[in-house]
């Protein structure tokens, strides 16, 4: 796998362009992570299911009290319905990950919170510092095929076994599984073609978990 160019991926701000709130999309995703439906919500609230699906739909956008009321409802607080919510609408894809030997990166020239291109932000993909990598090449095949994207979340440390974006010290970067044995960590590729490679666990400078792949 190739390393790939990345400028700024560290302390990345939200893309200010794109900054306008979605409060019923959090909300609907919340309400989803509790296993509730739009109708049992309305129920809590007193409220007609349709008038609640609009909120959910973003036809408009609730007042303070509307929030506190859907809150309690939800057994969550306001802060949890309105934080993610601040979110960019997009991330994004920051730089190609190909087949073959690593090379040294050098910079991409994107500013803070740019990238090639944006993808609209997935429901669950809530680390502002986030962002998407695309793959080309087949070393990561089948599970990744050349022109999907990846996203990670820079708040997680894989696991052995977890598929991840992987810094070395030295300058390059891989999109493989990672994993950790004998006092060395082991950086897999899928395909068979490509041996694995092995490094000291001071030779890492960051990894971040994958948690999100564009679908074909």
Request: neutral net charge; hydrophobic residues 40%.
């Given at each position: 796998?190739?390393?790939?160019q ?9 893309d200010?362009e ?25 129920r ?14 973003g ?35 920051i ?23 944006f993808l ?5 993909f809530?680390?502002p ?7 080309a090449?087949?070393?990561m ?15 997680k440390r894989?696991?052995s076994?977890d598929?991840?974006v992987?810094?070395l ?28 490679i ?15 792949v564009r679908?074909?």
């Amino acid at each position: 796998m190739m390393a790939y160019q990345v400028h700024g991926w560290k302390d990345r701000p939200p893309d200010e362009e794109v900054a306008a709130m979605d409060y019923g999309e959090q909300i609907a995703a919340v309400r989803r992570s509790l296993k509730l439906t739009q109708a049992e919500v309305a129920r809590r609230l007193g409220w007609s299911p349709p008038n609640y699906a609009r909120i959910e739909k973003g036809r408009f956008t609730p007042s303070l009290k509307s929030l506190e009321a859907i809150a309690e409802a939800l057994g969550v607080s306001v802060g949890s319905l309105t934080a993610e919510a601040a979110l960019s609408a997009k991330v994004p894809v920051i730089a190609f990950a190909s087949a073959g030997e690593a090379v040294q990166f050098t910079d991409q020239g994107y500013p803070a919170g740019g990238g090639m291109y944006f993808l609209p932000r997935p429901p669950q993909f809530t680390d502002p510092n986030g962002f998407g990598v695309e793959v080309a090449g087949d070393s990561m095949a089948p599970k990744y095929e050349d022109g999907q994207v990846v996203m990670v979340d820079t708040r997680k440390r894989p696991v052995s076994g977890d598929y991840a974006v992987i810094g070395l010290m030295s300058g390059d970067k891989y999109v493989k599984r990672y994993r950790e044995a004998g006092g060395v960590v082991i950086l897999e590729s899928v395909n068979p073609l490509y041996p694995p490679i092995v490094v000291e666990p001071h030779e890492v400078r960051f990894a971040y978990k994958i948690i999100w792949v564009r679908e074909r």
